[in-house]
């Protein structure tokens, strides 16, 4: 039943992923229509995942998102959390690797939503040129969302946090919203099944403008982790209780609750 339901799911997901995409393209003359096609396409897959995949997503701490342009720096275990982040924030602007640019239609949305895009082919050079672009879509009022780890990790996995993020705090002097997750657990980084239950997207206070870099950096993975291994622990024992094996993957953040 699992496996039809996921099965389910994805050819939704992916019919859905096409058609609006293809539907959405008058929408490209601007970056608020394509940031309305990005919410038609984040609500119709929740949609999807809520009745046939029977996974809910719960957004909890909504009442911590502060008024005008911020820094997101959100856990990244799943595609669910992009998608789902559309919705939360509607000025968003992801950063992201300048490959998925050259991806066939979609690419075309997200160089048009003004999303920051991020060359490593520059070496050193990529990291002024990322906090110029980010400095340009925060004048433009953007709540920036940035994945610290670079790409997702497995529930439960050691953090990996780069010194992108911390470099963005300072440069561009606007608070820090940390996000906490579980969503990895229902909708896994490479795997095929959906499962159901209900994922936690969980926004923590913001940290404020102006710490030291380094301080800044432990502060902000400390909360990050601390929520998402309860949230994840929390949701492991929930998928137990219902009778899914535990992975591998997720065993790390099982054991670290005992």
């Known amino acids: 039943m699992l496996a039809l339901r996921s099965l389910a799911f994805n050819l939704c997901f992916y019919l859905t992923t096409t058609v609006v995409a ?18 038609v396409w984040a ?8 009745v046939v995949a029977g996974t809910e997503v719960e957004f909890r701490g ?12 959100a856990k990244h275990q ?10 939360v924030f509607p000025h968003f602007a992801y950063v992201l690797k300048k490959e998925l640019l050259a991806i066939p239609l979609v690419g075309w949305f997200f160089r048009r939503g003004g999303m920051v895009a991020i060359d490593r082919s520059k070496g050193t050079r990529a990291m002024s040129l990322m906090n ?14 940035v994945f610290p780890e670079g790409t997702r990790r497995p529930p439960g996995a050691p953090p990996a946090y780069k010194q992108g993020l911390s470099h963005l705090y300072t440069a561009l002097n606007v608070p820090c919203l940390p996000i906490a997750l579980n969503t990895g657990l229902f909708w896994p980084r490479n795997g095929f099944m959906r499962r159901p239950g209900k994922a936690i997207i969980d926004i923590l206070p913001p940290i404020a403008p102006g710490l030291p870099r380094m301080e800044f950096q432990e502060l902000v993975q400390e909360r990050i982790e601390t929520a998402s291994n309860a949230l994840v622990g929390n949701g492991l024992s929930g998928l137990s209780g219902a009778g899914y094996e535990v992975s591998a993957e997720e065993a790390p953040a099982a054991s670290s609750r005992r």
């Open 78 to 87: 799943s595609a669910l959390e992009t998608l789902a982040l559309c919705i």
């Open 43 to 50: 609500r119709t897959t929740l949609w999807f995942m809520r």
């Open 22 to 39: 293809i539907l959405g393209l008058p929408f490209l003359v601007s970056r608020p229509g394509v940031l309305r096609v990005a919410r």
């Open 62 to 73: 909504l009442e911590n998102v502060p008024p005008g342009p911020i820094l997101v720096a």
């Open 132 to 145: 110029a672009a980010a400095a340009d879509a925060i004048r433009e009022g953007a709540q920036l969302i």
